[in-house]
């Protein structure tokens, strides 16, 4: 059978780069900044910050959780996009890395839409639950430690919104996650936290990362 879909090759790729909505001064900087960092394959791409900006858009979103946020590209994607009362929450456990996300986020204006966790995220998602948070956020961006998205997943379910979104990074797997996806059923987690959705519950998304060029 043919296959009817078509391949992401470099060229593709390069093109549709080469067509998307303008980056942002500030991400372009902080993603050129991360880059010469030795993990800096960690950061999404701009494709993907204009995904999460449109989404956070199209859903008229003010409450943003986020487990995972490096130097701070995708919360900024997401800050931008928010209304000035929106808030993200962003987990951490690295404090050298948000430090440059914070410096990055103030020069863009959006800084007091942010408030960072250091700790390890499943502590903050149980403190969050403590605090009478549950279905409070209107979308989680997991992007984070693989070996406990099932936690995260679990934890997202409770405190995003009926109706709102739960979105999952690499879960098919990615060049940037050679050893991790030898070790981890992450395509079977997938296939599980689908079929664990409460049809009233939130909706979830998987995106992979494509490759940097
Ligand atoms: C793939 S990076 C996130 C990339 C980020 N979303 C971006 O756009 O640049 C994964 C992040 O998860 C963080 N992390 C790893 N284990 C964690 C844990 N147990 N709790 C909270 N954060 C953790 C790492 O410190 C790292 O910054």
């Known amino acids: 059978m ?30 050129l900044r991360t880059q010469t960092m030795p993990d800096g394959r960690m950061q999404i791409s701009p494709e ?7 989404l956070v858009a199209a859903m008229a979103a003010r ?23 929106g ?9 050298e890395w948000t430090a440059i996300a914070c410096e990055h986020w103030k020069r863009a ?4 839409r942010i408030d960072v966790r250091i700790a390890p995220a499943v502590e903050t998602l149980g403190l969050l ?11 989680a961006f997991i992007d984070a430690d693989k070996t406990s998205y099932d936690t995260y997943y679990e934890g997202a379910l409770r405190l995003v919104r009926p109706g709102g979104l739960i979105i999952l990074t690499t879960c098919f797997g990615a060049a940037a996650w050679p ?3 030898k070790t981890i059923p992450t395509q079977s987690l997938y296939e599980n936290s689908i079929r664990r959705l409460q049809p009233t519950s939130a909706l979830i998304v998987s995106f ?5 060029v």
């Open 2 to 31: 043919a296959d009817k879909f078509t391949h992401m090759d470099t060229r593709l790729y390069c093109y549709l780069l080469a067509h998307q909505p303008p980056e942002h001064d500030e991400l372009k900087m902080l993603r």
């Open 48 to 54: 993907q910050g204009h995904l999460l900006a449109l």
């Open 63 to 85: 409450r943003i959780l986020e487990v995972g946020t490096f130097t701070g590209y995708s919360t900024l994607a997401i800050a931008q996009a928010l209304p000035p009362e």
């Open 87 to 95: 808030r993200i929450i962003a987990c951490d456990i690295n404090d």
């Open 109 to 112: 204006g959006v800084a007091d």
């Open 129 to 139: 639950e403590a605090e009478g948070r549950t279905s409070h956020f209107d979308l």
């Open 179 to 181: 050893i991790q996806m």
């Open 208 to 212: 992979c990362r494509l490759p940097a």
